[in-house]
């Protein structure tokens, strides 16, 4: 819900468009239900599989902080990784240490809005354009990082704590992802604010939406399974990923064209 002024290519992010939240909401989707075939379907634990998933992360990352200029794989990636990443850290505050899905809600969103202030206390902003500075990357990611990790843990706390069911917080999160929309176009919220609250409840839906597909029928999932689950949403973000990669070269090719033309 964040409008482009500059163009994508001198920034470190994909562009927030419609293309955007549909990878977004796909890859929150995988990280949930990925996650959930490493720790539960492999029953490998929430501890191991935080130690691969967290291995998985920092690559990513490291890929990404790299990068001198927005490269799709490596973005989405990322954001693939924190997902993931974000489903364990939640499993483990609230069922390995028992912290409760209330209290890790807590927990997980006092960590995330201390990282947006701090963020805003340094730039006075929390735009994610432009997206040139280390320094501020590095917040985003932190800040993604938290968001990814306490929409897990507030999706099972509206599914489990709030007997909502896996589809009655699907179509909570849903509702309010539409609020933030009409708001978007029929507001003057400020448009940083609405991509943040957006961006924060993707997560929930993901996270809510991954159950429903593959908790099994008496707890009123849809049993598709973990690694089926898997499977297409991967596939479905790769597709999504080669298209913004599409769009890149496009935006470039665009680019040169128009400094041959000065």
Not at 3 to 22: H, R, T, Y
Not at 117 to 122: A, S
């Amino acid at each position: 819900m964040q409008d482009l002024k500059e163009p994508e290519l001198l920034n470190k992010v994909a562009q927030v468009g419609v293309i955007f939240w549909l990878t977004k909401i796909v890859a929150t989707t995988l990280g949930e239900t990925f996650g959930d075939f490493l720790s539960m379907t492999l029953n490998l634990g929430y501890s191991l599989t935080l130690v691969i998933t967290m291995s998985f992360l920092a690559i990513t990352l490291f890929a990404q902080l790299s990068s001198k200029k927005y490269v799709p794989l490596y973005f989405w990636l990322a954001i693939i990784g924190t997902t993931t990443v974000g489903t364990e850290i939640s499993d483990l505050l609230d069922r390995t240490l028992h912290l409760g899905y209330p209290l890790g809600s807590l927990v997980l969103s006092s960590a995330l809005f201390a990282t947006l202030f701090l963020w805003y206390k340094k730039y006075r902003d929390l735009s994610i354009y432009p997206m040139t500075d280390f320094r501020k990357e590095v917040f985003f990611w932190v800040a993604v990082l938290f968001s990814n990790s306490l929409g897990t843990a507030f999706g099972d706390f509206l599914s489990d704590s709030l007997h909502l069911s896996y589809l009655g917080g699907t179509l909570v999160t849903s509702a309010v992802i539409l609020i933030v929309l009409s708001l978007h176009y029929f507001s003057k919220v400020s448009p940083v604010v609405l991509f943040w609250v957006a961006f924060v409840f993707t997560r929930p839906f993901g996270a809510t939406f991954g159950d429903l597909l593959t908790k099994p029928v008496n707890m009123h999932g849809l049993e598709l399974g973990t690694l089926n689950a898997s499977i297409v949403e991967f596939l479905i973000i790769s597709f999504l990923i080669f298209i913004a990669h599409l769009r890149l070269n496009r935006q470039n090719m665009l680019s040169c064209e128009k400094v041959k033309k000065n």
